[in-house]
């Protein structure tokens, strides 16, 4: 775009730090840009896409963002905060057409894709939230919607988030998560040495078809066969295979038996996930034991096993619950208190909220 105006590349550069280094987002204040270009710029683009409509905190410091698009359109995205690091969870679309029947987001049905701004908004947004002196560390596409439907738009903020001009975040602290769209497995590892993450969540066609309606289309064998033949996949960079275990849906013996024959010959780590149940989905999460059955199990055949820590939970924050739910407002009905409240997330809701 500074190239058809004939505006030198430089200025691109410091348009850039000023808008993902500095932060500042009015033309105003660009200082260093010829007046002529900044008037040029604000009478074609608007550099701000998204607002945040609403942000809440949970007890365990999970920050969720509710962000509004020009269109009505609206978004989520989480910022863990953790001992050493920062990790963001971006959304890249308005709802997800994938409607897996475990999911918040999938029972929404599709909207529309986002946008490269919007993606980057989002973390602009969060960065502003983060404690003094801390900074983004890790940024993971596990919010709403299924990343490879939308990669145009995801391979364009990616280059953003790794140029060291702009966010220079390095390729590894990038995880993009699938449910499986196979063809855009190898296009997506071309733009950078990110990691994948790939939803599997069963080890047999019948029940990760109903689980992930996709796998009718890409079944098992099919993408863990694309998988081991990814030359971008190795040791160094291994597939992070997420897991979710559901309550005698999933979390067989036999199941925890099945999975290291099936990842045979693909470097991998497999994160176990308990099922974050919300109103969409008739699926529980096992119990604690079954849980650890289902690790040790992997863990003897020598699979690499986290069990994801859940975080986030109190605020409807945790993976696959995002869905936009607003907290009851106990103000509705004053005379009745806190009781449209009952878990006291009104009380959790920030108060610089900035609509
Ligand atoms: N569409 C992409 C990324 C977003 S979902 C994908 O499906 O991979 C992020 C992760 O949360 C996925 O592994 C997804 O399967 C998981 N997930 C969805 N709903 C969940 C739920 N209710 N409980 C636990 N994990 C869930
Ligand atoms: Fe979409 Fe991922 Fe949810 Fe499936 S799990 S509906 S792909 S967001």
New binding site residues.
Partial sequence: MFKQRGWPAYRADQLATWIYRNDVDELDQMTNLPAAIRSELAAEFDLRSLEVVETQRSVDGTQKLLLGAFDGAQIEAVLIPEERRNTL?VS?QVG?P?A?S?????ALGFTRNLTTAEIIDQVLHAMRRMEPGTGLTNLV????????LNLPAVSEAIRILTDPKAFALAPRRLTV???GVLPQIAPLLEVAPIHL???L?ATTDAVRDVL?PLNKRYPIAALLETLREEPRIHRRRPVFF?Y?LMQGVNDSAEDARRLPGLLDGIPSKV?V??????PD?P?RAPSREVIDRFTSILHGAGVRVTLRRDRGRDIDA????LANRRPVQAAVNPADGAAGDPVGRAAERDSAVTP
Avoid at 141 to 148: D, N, R, V
């Fill in positions: 969870c890249t997800c994938l897996c475990f999911c918040a987001t999938g596409f596990m919010g709403m919607g299924e990343p490879l998560s699938t449910s993450a790939v939803s969540h992930v997420e979710t994160n996930i308990a099922m974050n149940p919300h989905a699926y945790a993976c696959g619950q």
